[in-house]
């Protein structure tokens, strides 16, 4: 969109519709159907995912947002390897927030979260490509007076009896007027692009600068803003004086916002010095009274009482009575900052009766609706455009679309293009965050040394009680997400009862990357890894016992196993970890490789990853997020930790919050498993195993067995001494 600061409601109501350079009105699939289409004899639009030139460009509209994963390449792929296109001709356009483009699970909503991206789309993209392909065959058999079985697509070109050509370009106008098909055959054969390695494509635009992210955004007469938020959660403002801030040369404005006090200015600094200066006077309520050591207590405490049942299978506490030894233990894992690369942002033009929002949005329906309401219009009078994202891991997926609504709302008091902006404190400080979590586990074994009873309590905030998904997700008080990965394990248990607790506080909590498996992995795999252990088994070979009947499972941990020399000596001093989850319809097996210096700190020299995905599009793309999956779970691992002491947040920025550097980084190697399985997700799978084998390793290295993250040498040393 022009980058100007006037909108007339034609470039509105364009902007509103496009995808790019063409009008593209919604098309509601399946494809027997199509509405109109306005876009000359220049473009042919069969659906709203797809759009030909006549001179041969491919634009792929793209319903999800880019923020890192590779999906502006790996959903293109898909529609282009039905429609039999020239890949190289092949660009990409973000989606505007329309009902075409909603997500086809999550309700009618347009989304990019749970690793669904390609899960899906597969079926809607390949039969958008399919469709267009029928058409564009049809046109060319039409004009060669043909049947169309006597042609065939391959690469843009249409070719028919005698060595006849059309290319794609050439056959546009006529497709265009023909009808899109209702039941779209795929094709059959070997694969062009799927399964190929490709360059991403929107590469280029990130090398050469560009690529426009959110806090890229910039118009002239654009206003820079900043807040100054409660110390404490659900604090509010008492009194301010915006005196000293108003004569920060470049501040224009001073305005209270729910959220806090805006500092409205001609730049980034002198708002954040304008906001520096204020003096205000805060209400700081009872969130003054959260800590993070009196919050444990209380939840080692819930630990020891009876929760919600989440999945029972036989009789584990009546077993557990019996038993003459029991073993039992407690696990621990840190609140999460979600702390992408690029700070939370958000820009607004509002005018009398049309708002343009230019966001890194993963949730586009709910915050242009939001930010609709904030400024008194109807949704379809707000445009809300996708930007790159700078990272997201679910922080740009906010039910409660908090950076969209505070943005809106400065706008509505300056009536000025405005773009506000968090700093990496802000974006620390304000929440959201992945829960805390306390897990208590009791188990014995049977004759054999094999679990006979696992007896588990969950303790943490459900990240979706009061949100627009809680109808679906929470059943009987019971959080699916708390205890995903914990209520679905494979491991054969005859007596398995899963437990929740689900506290309340005011600390906001929401999804990280992984969900609730980043939690429940890290216990499951490490009090498997104990098991093993306290009888004498090798903890490879324990797993493959009770994972006998789940043969995907089973063939992750072998791959991963043999990859990595299991078994085969090691440096003295080093150990090897093993761990194996399935999440988000994929399976992921991982082991580690460690060893401690003699400060006490951890080294992480190798990760072998083996992943089955089910079918896949791009495996660059999948080695990538794997790799990507195991740093930022490493990051957790080794240093991540939110706490809070008088209600306040102790952490920062990166100096408090470290994430896994270059020279800490581990070798990582991926080995994807073939599979013809419905695809699975790519973008989580890979962070929930890797915490366990970490810590499975570490026992193996010194005999240390740290239950609580992150693992640092205070821990190590105190688990070394407790031997």
Same mark, same amino acid.
């Given at each position: 969109?022009?980058?100007?600061?006037?909108?007339?409601?034609?470039?509105?109501?364009?902007?509103?519709?496009?995808? @790019?350079?063409?009008?593209?009105?919604?098309?509601?699939?399946?494809?027997?159907?199509?509405?109109?289409?306005?876009?000359?004899?220049?473009?042919?639009?069969?659906?709203?995912?797809?759009?030909?030139?006549?001179?041969?460009?491919?634009?792929?509209?793209?319903?999800?947002?880019?923020?890192?994963?590779?999906?502006?390449?790996?959903? &293109?792929?898909?529609?282009? =390897?039905?429609?039999?296109?020239? +890949?190289?001709?092949?660009?990409?356009?973000?989606?505007?927030?329309?009902?075409?483009?909603?997500?086809?699970?999550?309700?009618?909503?347009?989304?990019?979260?749970?690793?669904?991206?390609?899960?899906?789309? +597969?079926?809607?993209?390949?039969?958008?490509?399919?469709?267009?392909?029928?058409?564009?065959?049809?046109?060319?058999?039409?004009?060669?007076?043909?049947?169309?079985?006597?042609?065939?697509?391959?690469?843009?070109?249409?070719?028919?009896?005698?060595?006849?050509?059309?290319?794609?370009?050439?056959?546009?106008?006529?497709?265009?007027?023909?009808?899109?098909?209702?039941?779209?055959?795929?094709?059959?054969?070997?694969?062009?692009?799927? @399964?190929?390695?490709?360059?991403?494509?929107?590469?280029?635009?990130?090398?050469?600068?560009?690529?426009?992210?959110?806090?890229?955004?910039? /118009? &002239?007469?654009?206003?820079?803003?900043?807040?100054?938020?409660?110390?404490?959660?659900?604090?509010?403002?008492?009194?301010?004086?915006?005196?000293?801030?108003?004569?920060?040369?470049?501040?224009?404005?001073?305005?209270?916002?729910?959220?806090?006090?805006?500092?409205?200015?001609? *730049?980034?600094?002198?708002?954040?010095?304008?906001?520096?200066?204020?003096?205000?006077? +805060?209400? =700081? @309520?009872?969130?003054?009274?959260?800590?993070?050591?009196?919050?444990?207590?209380? %939840?080692?405490?819930?630990?020891?009482?009876?929760?919600?049942?989440?999945?029972?299978?036989?009789?584990?506490?009546?077993?557990?009575?019996?038993?003459?030894?029991?073993?039992?233990?407690?696990?621990?894992?840190? %609140?999460?900052?979600?702390?992408?690369?690029?700070?939370?942002?958000?820009?607004?033009? !509002?005018?009398?009766?049309?708002?343009? #929002?230019?966001?890194?949005?993963?949730?586009?329906? /709910?915050?242009?609706?939001?930010?609709?309401?904030?400024?008194?219009?109807?949704?379809?009078?707000?445009?809300?455009?996708?930007?790159?994202?700078?990272?997201?891991? @679910?922080?740009?997926?906010?039910?409660?679309?908090?950076?969209?609504?505070?943005?809106?709302?400065?706008?509505?008091?300056?009536?000025?293009?405005?773009?506000?902006?968090?700093?990496?404190?802000?974006?620390?400080?304000a929440g959201y965050y992945r829960p805390m979590w306390y897990d208590r586990v009791v188990a014995c074994l049977d004759n054999t040394g094999m679990p006979l009873a696992w007896h588990h309590r969950i303790v943490g905030q459900s990240i979706i009680a009061g949100t627009l998904f809680e109808s679906a997700m929470v059943k009987d008080g019971i959080d699916d997400t708390s205890v995903e990965g914990a209520a679905t394990t494979p491991y054969a248990i005859p007596n398995l009862q899963i437990e929740l607790h689900s506290p309340k506080n005011a600390v906001p909590v929401l999804w990280w990357r992984s969900v609730g498996h980043s939690h429940t992995a890290f216990v499951m795999e490490s009090f498997m890894d104990e098991l093993a252990y306290k009888t004498g088994k090798d903890p490879y070979q324990y797993r493959r016992i009770l994972l006998a009947k789940h043969p995907r499972t089973l063939k992750v941990l072998d791959t991963a196993a043999k990859k990595a020399g299991w078994g085969k000596p090691l440096p003295v001093?080093?150990?090897?970890?093993?761990?194996?989850?399935?999440?988000?319809?994929?399976?992921?097996?991982? /082991?580690?490789?460690? $060893?401690?210096?003699?400060?006490?700190?951890?080294?992480?020299?190798?990760?072998?990853?083996?992943?089955?995905?089910?079918?896949?599009?791009?495996?660059?793309?999948?080695?990538?997020?794997?790799?990507?999956?195991?740093?930022?779970? !490493?990051?957790?691992?080794? %240093?991540?930790?939110?706490? !809070?002491?008088?209600?306040?947040?102790?952490?920062?920025?990166?100096?408090? %919050?470290?994430?896994?550097?270059? *020279?800490?980084?581990?070798?990582?190697?991926?080995?994807?498993?073939?599979? $013809?399985?419905?695809?699975?997700?790519?973008?989580?799978?890979?962070?929930?195993? #890797?915490?366990?084998? /970490?810590?499975?390793?570490?026992?193996?290295?010194?005999?240390?067995?740290?239950?609580?993250?992150?693992?640092?040498?205070?821990?190590?040393?105190?688990?070394?001494?407790?031997?």
């Amino acid at each position: 969109m022009n980058e100007g600061t006037k909108m007339s409601r034609r470039q509105f109501m364009k902007n509103s519709a496009l995808a @790019g350079g063409g009008l593209l009105l919604a098309c509601h699939l399946p494809f027997g159907v199509r509405d109109a289409v306005a876009a000359g004899d220049a473009v042919f639009a069969p659906n709203a995912f797809l759009r030909i030139g006549l001179d041969e460009s491919v634009t792929i509209i793209v319903n999800k947002s880019e923020m890192g994963q590779g999906v502006y390449t790996s959903l &293109p792929m898909l529609l282009a =390897e039905e429609l039999c296109c020239d +890949w190289k001709r092949v660009a990409f356009q973000p989606a505007p927030v329309a009902p075409a483009y909603n997500h086809t699970q999550f309700g009618p909503i347009m989304v990019t979260g749970g690793s669904t991206s390609v899960r899906s789309e +597969w079926t809607r993209f390949t039969l958008a490509g399919a469709a267009a392909r029928e058409m564009l065959v049809a046109a060319a058999a039409q004009q060669w007076k043909v049947e169309p079985a006597a042609c065939r697509a391959e690469n843009g070109i249409v070719h028919g009896p005698g060595g006849k050509q059309l290319s794609f370009g050439k056959l546009a106008a006529t497709a265009a007027k023909l009808p899109v098909p209702k039941d779209p055959k795929q094709k059959t054969g070997k694969k062009r692009l799927l @399964g190929t390695p490709l360059h991403r494509l929107d590469s280029p635009a990130k090398i050469n600068g560009t690529a426009v992210f959110g806090i890229d955004v910039h /118009v &002239p007469d654009m206003l820079i803003a900043v807040i100054a938020r409660p110390p404490v959660f659900g604090g509010t403002i008492k009194s301010f004086n915006a005196a000293k801030a108003q004569a920060v040369p470049g501040v224009k404005h001073v305005v209270a916002v729910k959220a806090g006090v805006a500092v409205v200015a001609d *730049g980034f600094w002198p708002a954040v010095k304008g906001r520096d200066l204020l003096e205000i006077v +805060w209400d =700081e @309520g009872d969130g003054a009274k959260i800590s993070t050591p009196s919050m444990r207590e209380e %939840y080692a405490r819930l630990s020891t009482l009876p929760g919600m049942v989440a999945r029972k299978d036989g009789d584990a506490p009546a077993v557990l009575s019996l038993a003459k030894q029991r073993f039992e233990v407690e696990y621990e894992v840190p %609140y999460l900052a979600h702390a992408p690369m690029e700070p939370l942002n958000c820009f607004v033009d !509002l005018h009398k009766d049309i708002c343009l #929002i230019r966001t890194g949005s993963q949730f586009q329906t /709910v915050d242009r609706n939001a930010a609709a309401h904030v400024v008194g219009l109807k949704n379809e009078q707000v445009a809300l455009e996708t930007t790159f994202l700078g990272g997201g891991f @679910g922080r740009r997926a906010c039910t409660g679309s908090d950076f969209v609504i505070e943005a809106a709302e400065v706008a509505t008091k300056i009536r000025q293009p405005v773009k506000v902006i968090r700093t990496r404190e802000d974006d620390m400080r304000a929440g959201y965050y992945r829960p805390m979590w306390y897990d208590r586990v009791v188990a014995c074994l049977d004759n054999t040394g094999m679990p006979l009873a696992w007896h588990h309590r969950i303790v943490g905030q459900s990240i979706i009680a009061g949100t627009l998904f809680e109808s679906a997700m929470v059943k009987d008080g019971i959080d699916d997400t708390s205890v995903e990965g914990a209520a679905t394990t494979p491991y054969a248990i005859p007596n398995l009862q899963i437990e929740l607790h689900s506290p309340k506080n005011a600390v906001p909590v929401l999804w990280w990357r992984s969900v609730g498996h980043s939690h429940t992995a890290f216990v499951m795999e490490s009090f498997m890894d104990e098991l093993a252990y306290k009888t004498g088994k090798d903890p490879y070979q324990y797993r493959r016992i009770l994972l006998a009947k789940h043969p995907r499972t089973l063939k992750v941990l072998d791959t991963a196993a043999k990859k990595a020399g299991w078994g085969k000596p090691l440096p003295v001093g080093h150990g090897r970890g093993i761990a194996v989850h399935e999440s988000f319809g994929s399976f992921v097996a991982q /082991v580690a490789e460690v $060893s401690l210096d003699k400060k006490g700190s951890i080294t992480v020299h190798r990760v072998v990853c083996a992943i089955d995905c089910g079918r896949i599009v791009n495996p660059d793309t999948i080695k990538a997020q794997m790799e990507s999956g195991i740093i930022f779970g !490493l990051s957790a691992v080794l %240093y991540g930790a939110i706490t !809070l002491k008088n209600g306040r947040v102790e952490q920062g920025n990166f100096d408090t %919050y470290p994430l896994v550097r270059m *020279g800490a980084t581990p070798q990582v190697e991926v080995i994807i498993v073939k599979s $013809s399985e419905s695809p699975g997700g790519v973008g989580e799978p890979g962070v929930p195993p #890797i915490a366990p084998a /970490v810590a499975n390793a570490l026992f193996a290295a010194c005999g240390a067995r740290v239950r609580s993250l992150p693992i640092t040498p205070d821990k190590i040393t105190a688990a070394v001494d407790k031997g």
